[in-house]
């Protein structure tokens, strides 16, 4: 197969940022996707609709003319999320969902939940009004391993809170392990699972090998290799539990390469191409489809897309190393292959 037609892919879960660095990768995301559910993890995070939908204007603002490009606002959920404002924006249709946090586990994250039992009520509400909520599942306990952290936040927060709470829909977002695989395949209808592109490509060696590589430090970090495999088998599986979420998180330069370097692969530029790679490597470009552009939207109850994008196979694809921001230099993920799918949009 030399060329691919798919309906316009969508990303699950993207960050976005705000001012010069919104205004720079917002037309990355903006080329190839139709929609993508924005990550309220600013400083100081999108809590209530009033911030959402100033945000969602920013972002708008931020795309180029004539942009059909659809933000998905999300709400960050914090101990003192008040359940009436969640129910108005998501009733108006300003928000699509809603982000939990572990306090501490991710960039920006300070804000998030600490206690599970004091959400309680406002996943209840959720519930009812059928409003998803979208997880980063790692436990942040000292004693807990970095790389066993998704895999023990399932037992011990994911699991609960879903028996506790059965009619909520629940997004695992980002999951990297096998156990996540597993656990979101088993889920039913409410559960699915975001997984990035660059889980496909890297495992924990892409960070560590020959050297600290910072670019390839995200969060949940990589895992060994049984897992990518997983999440490459997942992926290309059709399952509709699973879907794209590309978590594309831009810093500068000087943030990522720094003796404590913040967690983040800025994957927007390049993302379809790798996807297509990944998914001919499988024997897999006919459900490549499914997991960017129809298992999401299916998840989410949106249609999915009416226009399409074309991708064909031929000489290695040009990117640029890096995009220039009024902030200073982003480094776009390097997958370590040469890429051959052009995507036409
Ligand atoms: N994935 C990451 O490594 N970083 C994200 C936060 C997140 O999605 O956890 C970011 O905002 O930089
Ligand atoms: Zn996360
Ligand atoms: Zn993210």
Not at 7 to 26: E, Q, S, T
Not at 188 to 199: E, K, N, P, S, Y
Not at 210 to 215: A, D, Q, S, T, Y
Not at 290 to 302: C, D, E, I, V, W
């Amino acid at each position: 197969m030399t060329q691919i037609t798919l309906r316009r892919p969508d990303d699950w879960h993207l960050h976005l940022r705000d001012g010069a660095m919104l205004r720079a990768v917002a037309p990355e995301s903006a080329r190839h996707f139709g929609r993508a559910i924005i990550m309220p993890n600013l400083v100081p995070p999108v809590v209530t609709g009033d911030q959402a939908a100033a945000y969602r204007d920013r972002i708008l603002a931020a795309l180029p003319e004539g942009s059909a490009f659809k933000p998905l606002m999300t709400l960050y959920l914090t101990e003192t999320t008040d359940p009436d404002d969640l129910a108005r924006a998501h009733g108006d249709g300003l928000i699509t969902a809603v982000k939990l946090y572990p306090a501490g586990a991710t960039t920006n994250s300070a804000s998030g939940v600490r206690d599970f039992d004091r959400v309680r009520p406002v996943l209840e509400r959720m519930a009812e009004i059928g409003c998803p909520l979208c997880v980063h599942g790692e436990v942040v306990d000292a004693d807990i391993d970095i790389f066993d952290r998704e895999a023990v936040f399932i037992d011990r927060v994911l699991d609960p809170i879903r028996r506790a709470t059965p009619g909520l829909k629940v997004v695992m977002e980002h999951i990297t392990t096998a156990q996540g695989v597993d656990y979101a395949r088993a889920g039913g209808d409410r559960l699915g699972a975001t997984i990035t592109t660059h889980h496909l490509v890297i495992n924990r060696n892409a960070i560590l090998v020959g050297g600290i590589k910072p670019h390839y430090y995200c969060l949940p970090v990589a895992k060994r290799e049984e897992h990518r495999l997983a999440l490459r088998a997942a992926a290309t599986s059709g399952d509709p539990s699973f879907f794209l979420g590309t978590d594309s998180a831009p810093h500068v330069d000087p943030l990522k390469e720094s003796a404590c370097g913040c967690a983040g692969c800025f994957t927007a530029t390049n993302t379809l191409s790798i996807l297509a790679e990944v998914f001919e490597q499988e024997g897999a470009l006919d459900r490549l489809e499914a997991f960017t552009s129809l298992n999401g939207p299916r998840f989410y109850g949106l249609p999915a897309a009416e226009d399409r994008v074309t991708l064909t196979k031929g000489a290695p694809v040009a990117y640029p190393a890096k995009i220039d921001t009024a902030d200073g230099a982003v480094t776009v993920f390097d997958p370590m292959m040469p890429l051959h799918w052009h995507v036409t949009p």
